[in-house]
């Protein structure tokens, strides 16, 4: 069954509509559409390696990349390497850490992005790209349940891709990483807490709670794999 297609429009450079002419065989139309496609499918053949690959370096690829957007594809398939190592060289006293406190090694990244096609460089774009703007709408808005069942799922994640046992995590922590905490407006401790007594299996368990059991001293500490709880 062939899919339904939807129209839109879009502005193209004059170039790459004379490129989409010399398909011969297609119509202009045809050609952009196949151009679209292909662009798709590229970007997908890896897509869980490179989000693996952008997650876990996000505290050295997220300031490395912050003057780069989505538009700027073309320099990040020819340059991320080097962009990234100039980043690492200017902040050569930093000591990088991944999203559980695990040691960050800036050679491997750089050995990493210097391995990836160039299309796979573009999706580490997009995958920083994404997590930023993410990022700053969450913060305009309260965290949701959702929100805090996620960002634990991606701490549980983090800490079986690198063999730990054990994640401890503290409410406070993981308010202030989704926005929201402090400030009074879009505080939700209480969701917080409730989501993170919730995602406790048989074998978790609470090692600090305040008073009320709802506070940002609650501290959980949940034992991995979470497949075995």
Excluded at 68 to 97: C, H, M
């Amino acid at each position: 069954m062939i899919a339904k297609l939807e129209k839109t429009s879009v502005q193209l450079a004059p170039e790459m509509l004379r490129d989409m002419e010399a398909w011969p065989g297609l119509t202009r139309s045809e050609a952009i559409r196949l151009s679209v496609e292909r662009a798709h499918y590229l970007s997908t053949l890896k897509a869980e390696e490179i989000s693996a690959i952008a997650s876990r370096y996000e505290p050295i690829l997220m300031p490395a990349l912050e003057d780069f957007g989505y538009q700027d594809f073309r320099t990040v398939a020819r340059a991320l390497p080097a962009i990234v190592t100039g980043f690492l060289r200017e902040n050569s006293s930093t000591t990088w850490k991944d999203a559980v406190g695990q040691h960050l090694d800036s050679s491997t990244l750089i050995k990493e992005l210097e391995q990836l096609h160039v299309a796979d460089r573009i999706g580490i774009l997009d995958c920083i790209v994404a997590q930023r703007n993410r990022t700053a709408a969450a913060r305009n808005r309260p965290p949701t349940a959702e929100d805090f069942r996620l960002a634990l799922e991606k701490e549980f994640a983090a800490g079986e891709r690198i063999g730990k046992n054990s994640v401890t995590i503290r409410a406070g922590k993981l308010h202030l990483s989704l926005g929201g905490y402090p400030s009074k407006k879009n505080n939700r401790m209480p969701v917080c807490c409730r989501v993170m007594k919730k995602m406790m299996g048989l074998r978790d368990k609470v090692l600090e709670s305040p008073p009320s059991g709802q506070g940002a001293n609650l501290v959980i500490e949940y034992k991995l794999p979470r497949t075995a709880n």
